[in-house]
């Protein structure tokens, strides 16, 4: 099996530089990663999935209705804004925005949950499960999940629940069932080890919306596929916008959604360099991170086979990161893949460096990213000043960085970064808590507190 | 299934249909609350009526148990268990008894290791061979290699959800016998054993298996006398865990004898 695989890496790579194709590989190997390391209990939901994603993707009636809602609901196409104030910052290169935070619900997480959404329907399923970190892909659920009239069920680790308390609001707005997982790091990880145990007993019913390019057979190729719009529209918007392909494309990787989905229309064009930056925490060196590819090695989780961050035993080791959203120990098996080919190159971004890149994009283009997102623009600081370097018109050089969403959800953890709070959790000099306001009850506790 | 190669957990399931009766299989995660409880408990199993056992490797993402089973083998990582002392498990309880010894695993685990290293010192510690819920046959070239090569037997699951084709072609790849999963769901005790099961016994059954065992949700005597009808063996594994956790090795070896009174087909 290893010999075949070697084979197909080496062929992959052949046919690459012969001018063949990276860009449609439909599952379920990906080189040797991918699969379907999975339960057999939930074989026969993921055939339906497949088979009935097939069937949606040559549909025009399908897809017509998924391009009505990716244009009518979420407002796509997503703008390709110039950051020419941050420019100056990535060593004078050019700095293009893929503003996927400017999609309703606030992040790229609704173009693969719509899909899902629609195919859930399709299968006749009226439930939906998912999984959350950052609570974005819990919260874009919720949205499709009301919008289709889907009961919509998100397990989120209880640790998250607490870094994202807003989101939580929102989904329980939506009209989802919020429920915190206390298992193992209480992280994403865990909440998908729950969903699963949810799909498995109630899988007639029930779609699992899976949020990232990962997992087993079909989710890395179904969700690539309702995230390849990304990388069309900035394709195409590039071109317009400067006449040539970008020199470089950078995004943040947690299970790699955004990232293979603005890749996607770039893998094939070998002019174009492409970058994925995972969170590096407190440094790599350090053990606290969430590198899977710069460090893991490879293993099977959550239905694939990919680079999984493992002690010697096998056992998951928790991962860290500033962000929620990159707060995974493994990563899409196709990342791992085009890491494997060195078709991508991979690097980690650490807190320290993700949230100086979060400051400056807020200060020098009044956007505030998502702290996901700000990893992928500390990384196109540092390819930026890389290709630059020695250039005469630094500006000839094009980065694309996916902006894959914005930053509301991270005030209270960026307000906490940047010493804005004083030891109440109130911004200093007000009485004003980043924290979730109080409800009459809490503030009538509090007020019989006071009394007593 | 595969014949060509002795395989000690058929032979156990045999011995037990020439007594009349189904076979009791017992599981407990190794090294809760410590490797030699783990142990005692194997062996007050086998004295009590257990005819196989099943050791778990505990696994930091067990998607397939509940609540009972994670906390046991989170508390086992926790208290430092590492995989490796799964075979001396399995060697202390081969060698104080005549059951057959099978490691039920997710496959992380396994291939940290290296699966022919695992498989070499599974058998060398007289293990009988590996149940694995979350590798399915269509994955397993490599277990299919070292199994055959190291004689260990593979316990693959079948569940009410699998094809007819799914099901010919897990019998097929399965040495040993059939683990058929009771339920859609995961682990834990429940009140009723669903009626599921019987059926998907009756296919595995129809598509070729000699020997199908049934698990998930059986928790008491009841159930095994239900189960016993028409499988030929009966898996507990969340009631064991409990009892371990809440009366030490005795209480296993009381709910083991309890459950195998379950075990004898009524004499019509
Ligand atoms: C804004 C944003 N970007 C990126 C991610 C990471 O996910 P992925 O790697 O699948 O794009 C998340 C996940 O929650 C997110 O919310």
Redesign the interface.
Known sequence: MAETSENADINAVDAFLQGGSLKNAPGPYFGKFGGRWMPESLIAALDEVQDTFEKAKADPEFLAQLADLNKNYSGRPSLLTEAKNFSAYAGGARVFLKREDLNHTGSHKINNVLGQALLAKRMGKTRVIAETGAGQHGVASATAAALLGLECVVYMGAEDCRRQALNVARMQLLGATVVPVTNGSQTLKDAINDALRDWVSNVDTTHYLLGTAAGAHPFPAMVRFFHEVIGEEARAQILEQTGKLPDAVCACIGGGSNAIGIFHSFLDDPSVKIYGFEAGGDGVETGRHAAAITLGRPGVLHGARSYLMQDEDGQTVESHSISAGLDYPSVGPEHSYLADIGRVTYEPITDTEAMEAFRLLCRTEGIIPAIESAHALAGAIKVGKRLTEGQATPSDTIVIVNLSGRGDKDVETAADWFDMLDEDGNVKGTTLSTRKPKGPAERLADAEKDQN | MTEAIASKSAAAIDRAKSQGRAALIGYLPAGYPSVQASIDAGIAMAQNGADLIEIGIP??????D?PVI?AAT?EA?ENGF??ASVFDVVAGITAATDVAVLVMTY???????GVDEFSRRLAEAGGAGLIT????P??A??WFDASDKYGLDRV????????PE?LAM?VKASRGFVYA?SI???TGTRQDVSSSAERLVADTHAAGAKRVCVGLGVSNAGHVREIAAYADGVIVGTALVAAIRDGGVPAVADLTRDLSAGLAREVA
Do not use: C, K
């Not at chain 2, 496959?107 to 290791?113: C, D, F, Y």
């Not at chain 2, 819920?133 to 399915?136: A, E, G, H, V």
């Open positions: 696994y930091s993402d067990p998607v397939m509940g994670q989170t990582i590492h995989v496959w992380n685990p396994v291939v940290r290791m819920p979350d590798l399915i269509d994955e070239s490599e693959f699951l079948v569940a009410p959800s699998s094809t799914r897990t999963v859609m769901g995961v």
